[in-house]
């Protein structure tokens, strides 16, 4: 069998890096693993990832991240318990909206209750998710005019993000192979 030469190995053709273009348009915590999930599993895949974070999703590129559960408004989420017995934590509670919606403090309650549940199962935490893609170099697209128009400055946000409007992120989506909107 004869040795391959140098000249062979470069003639041959080679792959194309896949891009994955994700807009992260809503903030609540139960909202924010999607982009973020996505983004860090693509991106330990080889793939180039952009996300474009504006309207109610800008707030996840912030310093002091603060998502929130808002059950009210996703009537389909289940509130198991992450305690008691097993009986007591695989029941599903219906808990109805109007309930939801008008007790203070049910949101807090209802974070806590998804926080625990989800540490009780191994999920990594938004903030766990986030570092991970700046570590594998995901783009992290804050959009200028969402901030502008919500009176946010730069120094509010991470530093790994960066600045920038739609077209910014249509220039790395124009070329993805994968584009979508969460």
């Known amino acids: 069998m004869e040795p391959v030469k140098q000249e062979q190995i470069q003639d041959q053709p080679q792959p194309q890096v896949k891009r994955l273009a994700l807009i992260a348009s809503k903030g609540t915590l139960d909202w924010a693993y999607p982009p973020f999930i996505l983004a860090s599993t693509a991106a330990a895949l080889d793939m180039q990832v952009a996300v474009f974070f504006t309207f109610y999703g800008l707030p996840l590129l912030l310093k002091d991240l603060k998502a929130k559960v808002s059950p009210h408004s996703n009537p389909a989420m289940p509130m198991k318990m992450p305690f008691g017995p097993e009986g007591f934590q695989s029941f599903a509670w219906p808990i109805p909206n109007l309930v939801s919606g008008n007790i203070p403090g049910f949101n807090t309650f209802a974070t806590k209750m998804m926080k625990k549940t989800f540490e009780k199962k191994g999920v990594a935490t ?48 124009a070329d993805a192979d994968i584009s979508l909107f969460v």
């Open 126 to 173: 938004i903030e766990q998710l986030r570092e991970s893609c700046v570590e594998l170099d995901v783009r992290l697209i804050a959009c200028q005019m969402t901030l502008d128009v919500f009176g946010f400055s730069k120094e509010d946000f991470i530093d790994e993000c960066e600045l920038g409007g739609a077209a910014t992120f249509l220039e790395f989506a």
